[in-house]
């Protein structure tokens, strides 16, 4: 997991916006004022920017307490969805509203991890996972949403390989 790319994407998304997520604000809130449109896309911008800090604070949650095994897979898979930008909103061609699908798959990686009797470390998804359902639509969430869970899966299925493996070599 690269954070440094990440960053670059955001970055790179931000140059390019002109006025895009703007826009996509507007559409996903028609009757809004201009001054609430204006309020969720920085709010939005605020959530986008906090992905890189949330899986380095995951990342380093699973070194702690040796975890990397796991969790580092899903933080990839995270990372790699957020970097490649054949996505279901392009940044390419949508700016930062073409980031609001990296981030929501990333903060719902996050969040499934967390969840259980014992969180990976302290942090708050429901709140801005809602935020971006709204943006983004049910049809793109409910993607995402199944996209999450087979990250688990395959993490799951990873795991196991390795433990077969640290079997046979014992």
């Known amino acids: ?9 955001i970055e ?14 507007r559409g996903c809130a028609p009757k809004a004022t201009e001054e609430e449109v204006v309020e969720a896309a920085e709010l939005a911008v605020e959530v986008i920017d906090s992905v890189p800090i949330l899986l380095a604070r995951a990342a380093q949650a699973a070194e702690e307490r040796k975890l990397r095994v796991v969790v580092m897979p899903l933080l990839d898979h995270a990372a790699r969805y957020f970097i490649d930008p054949v996505d279901l909103i392009p940044e390419m061609t949508r700016g930062l509203a073409g980031l609001l699908d990296d981030t929501y798959l990333a903060l719902r990686i996050l969040e499934n991890m967390n969840r259980g009797p014992e969180p990976l470390f302290e942090a708050e998804f429901d709140e801005p996972l809602r935020f971006l359902r709204r943006l983004v639509g049910t049809s793109i969430s409910s993607r995402l949403d199944l996209a999450s869970i087979r990250a688990l899966e395959d993490v799951s299925t990873h795991v196991t390989q390795v433990w077969q493996e640290m079997g046979h070599s014992a």
């Open 1 to 9: 997991m690269n954070l440094d790319d990440i960053q670059s994407v």
């Open 12 to 25: 790179s998304a931000k140059a390019r916006d002109g006025g895009r997520l703007l826009e996509f604000v």
